[in-house]
């Protein structure tokens, strides 16, 4: 489907598209005034080209890394492509990150300059900066780093630039990504820039209807991931590439992304599946709050019945919606799934998923609403996505099918394992970690999973978490959590049982959701304290618990669980940037009440 490449790198879209279309729209940049603002090909090929030589006037040269510690925001998209255009490798480490784990990077990557968005980050790095000798540059952002690069390095002639640009072939580093680790230190995964072609090719050319959809309307996407992440990173490569309106959020909470999700108005989106529970949830408390809850929980089935008729006929298994669920859809169209596809700014007809499971009712939902859900999967070694859901036939429930080129192979043990031209080339300075990993061209990726006869794959869990009850029963907890978390009071779950009698849970509260919880039953606000103990909110826990029990068998089943007040973050050192549990870390510092769930 999608050719290797093999001349040049990344940068040279940007002055390829300036040259062919300058005229293009390439971005949209929100200014100080809190409008959106577009920028066309030929204007951010200047400022790429600018800021390559205030890099190369301040000593950056060809093959060195630099660290860029930002969030979602224009200025990364600018550094990466300036970066890259000089031959260097943009090393990103998240903006939460601790000054330990900054200090762990920079270090381990050799990092020569860091580029930080604001003076908590500068602060952060300085703190370290004494154990770094070879970290001779710090830029920040909001102090006006691109502005001063940018005459810094006026007096460069743009022909070296350019030589530069040319020096970059395929197998030249790219960047440096450091896994956010849920156990040990993060390692450093090397990719280059073919890994990146490969990936966002492929993604542009299967995806097409993503990437081009409909006559007359301009594609446009809408960043509200880390961009330190794999994800965020290369769906941002693949709109520069694919000439994709591309703007940035950097602020994941509703209040921030709904109002520039209305004003943007991106035709497709990526997002965990954190982000689409908590948009279903949101349109369901607002159903509740009108008296309409009866009406919204109707339109959710018969979306998913419409949704269920579409996949059987794409799979030759049925005829599609009668007659009569096609009116039934209809009636809701305006009632309920347009409202939906409003709150996402209302050109939203796909999205893809990626991160962890997505449930198959809540993507069968978004279907009948009217957005198609691609949900994928793949690595920070694979360059993002290995497999995806086709657009010509979406199986939910499934991260879908091998992209093109990939293969995908379920080894004795049922780990995953993926060969293609996206597989990284090792981690950087950890020899022992890539051989351990990679086999002979193959990823071995630690996650498990299983192929339908359709060569679709399903991921069961992670090899690392599989629990073993002290009776020698062994559980996946990632399903259990799952279907616990898609309870509208429930933000997050997790399974313990390893060496014990039998497996609990340890569950956390959607604080918004029980506020309307108790507004809906005229009963005053609750304190955290308070909640934990509230019996009729236990009750509505345990029935979450009971159904996800039904997945399992009794010896698999959770027996008992603990709510506890406060959620797992990441400031705690409990999640992940990517949301992931951190398993240990939370089973230490809740040591006391897991004990107590075994009292």
């Given amino acids: 489907m999608a050719a290797a490449p093999w001349v040049g790198g990344l940068a ?48 950056v040269r060809f093959g060195d890394r630099v660290a860029l510690m930002c969030r979602t925001r224009y200025e990364w998209t600018l550094f990466d492509f300036a970066l890259w255009t000089v031959g260097a490798q943009p090393v990103p480490v998240y903006p939460t990150s601790s000054a330990e784990q900054v200090y762990w990077i920079l270090h381990d990557a050799g990092v020569t300059a860091c580029v930080v968005e604001h003076e908590d980050h500068a602060m952060t790095v300085g703190s370290v900066v004494d154990r770094l000798p070879r970290l001779q540059r710090l830029w920040q952002v909001d102090a006006g780093a691109v502005a001063e690069l940018s005459a810094a390095g006026a007096h460069i002639d743009d022909e070296v630039v350019h030589r530069h640009r040319r020096a970059v072939t395929p197998d030249s580093i790219a960047t440096v990504i450091y896994t956010s680790g849920t156990t040990g230190r993060p390692k450093g995964c090397v990719l280059t820039h073919a890994n990146f072609m490969f990936e966002t090719d492929t993604l542009i050319r299967r995806w097409e209807p993503v990437f081009h959809t409909r006559p007359g309307e301009a594609p446009a996407t809408l960043l509200f991931l880390p961009l330190a992440h794999v994800f965020g990173r290369m769906v941002g490569v693949a709109a520069i590439l694919g000439r994709v309106k591309l703007g940035h959020q950097p602020v994941l909470q509703a209040a921030a992304l709904l109002p520039d999700l209305a004003a943007f108005r991106p035709t ?86 990626g991160g962890s499971g997505l449930s198959r009712r809540l993507g069968l939902f978004f279907e009948g609403a009217g957005v198609t859900v691609f949900e994928g999967y793949g690595l920070t070694e694979s360059t993002a996505a290995a497999t995806a859901n086709p657009p010509e036939r979406t199986r939910y429930g499934t991260v879908g099918l091998p992209v093109p080129g990939t293969t995908v192979h379920i080894a004795e043990d049922g780990e995953v394992w993926l060969r293609g031209p996206q597989i990284f080339s090792g981690y950087l300075n950890d020899s022992k970690a890539t051989d351990a990993v990679l086999r002979d061209g193959w990823l071995a990726t630690g996650d498990l999973g299983k192929l339908d006869e359709d060569g679709y794959l399903t991921i069961t869990g992670r090899k690392k978490e599989i629990l073993v009850t002290s009776g020698g029963k062994s559980v996946s907890p990632a399903g259990l ?17 390893n060496d014990r009698p039998f497996v609990a849970a340890l569950v956390t509260l959607d604080q918004d959701a029980v506020e309307h919880w108790l507004a809906m039953q005229h009963r005053a606000p609750l304190p955290p304290p308070a909640m934990v103990r509230d019996p009729d909110l236990e009750n509505e826990i345990r029935r979450a618990v009971v159904t996800a029990n039904t997945l399992v068998s009794q010896a698999e089943s959770i027996r008992t669980f603990r709510i506890l007040a406060h959620p797992f973050t990441e400031e705690h050192g409990l999640l992940t940037p990517s949301l992931k549990l951190k398993r240990k870390a939370i089973e230490a510092a809740y040591a006391a009440e897991v004990d107590a769930l075994y009292g």
């Fill in 481 to 497: 959590e799952a279907r616990v978390r898609s309870h509208p009071l429930v933000a997050q779950c997790i399974v313990v049982g």
């Fill in 268 to 353: 497709f989106i990526l997002a965990v599946p954190y982000v689409f529970e908590r948009v279903f949830h949101a349109a369901r408390r607002a159903a509740e709050a009108e008296g309409k809850a009866g009406a919204f929980d109707k339109a959710v089935d018969v979306a998913v019945k419409y949704a269920e008729a579409l996949e059987a006929r794409a799979f030759g298994l049925g005829p599609g919606p009668s007659a009569a669920l096609r009116v039934q859809h209809q009636f809701f169209e305006k009632l309920v799934y347009g409202r939906v596809r409003e709150a996402m700014g209302g050109r939203v007809r796909h999205a893809m998923s």
């Fill in 12 to 59: 040279d879209a940007v002055f390829d598209h300036a040259l062919d279309d300058p005229g293009h729209v390439a971005l949209g940049r929100k200014g100080a005034d809190g409008r959106w603002h577009e920028m066309t090909s030929a204007e951010f090929r200047d400022e790429v080209l600018a800021l390559a030589k205030g890099l190369l006037a301040q000593g």
